[in-house]
Nanobody
Framework: QVQLVESGGGLVQAGASLRLSCAAS????????MGWFRQAPGKEREFVSAISWIAGSTVYADSVKGRFTISRDNAKNSLYLQMNSLKPEDTATYYC?????????????????WGQGTQVTVSS
């Protein structure tokens, strides 16, 4: 089992930056592929970014490419999402997810562990 706890969300103005963190506990964090997903009010949860367990591969949704950066620190059992140039359409609850294995997927069904989410609100 892996337990995930997100933090770092908040209310910011358009153009600002935020850094989300996800603290993991339980099994060996370094052996998990990690991802970020988000869900806006009234919308389906969608993929944001993912990173392989050795941090050699990253994937981004087109909507965040060039603005968001995913990273991880296996020594600290932590996952991060640096979000720059935030837009009102980035407003959502952001979820950290984990899956066993090395493949990086954008499909949420591939992830077996989820955090409770952290709210990001971007005002115009």
């Amino acid at each position: 089992q892996v337990q995930l706890v997100e933090s770092g969300g908040g209310l910011v103005q358009a153009g600002a930056s935020l850094r989300l963190s996800c603290a993991a506990s339980g099994r060996t964090f370094s052996r998990y592929t990690m991802g970020w997903f988000r869900q806006a009010p009234g919308k389906e949860r969608e993929f944001v970014s993912a990173i392989s367990w050795i941090a050699g591969s990253t994937v981004y949704a087109d909507s965040v490419k060039g603005r968001f950066t995913i990273s991880r620190d296996n020594a600290k059992n932590s996952l991060y999402l640096q979000m720059n140039s935030l837009k009102p359409e980035d407003t959502a609850t952001y979820y950290c997810a984990a899956r066993e294995g090395t493949e990086v997927y954008s499909i949420q069904g591939r992830y077996g562990y989820w955090g409770q989410g952290t709210q990001v609100t971007v005002s115009s």
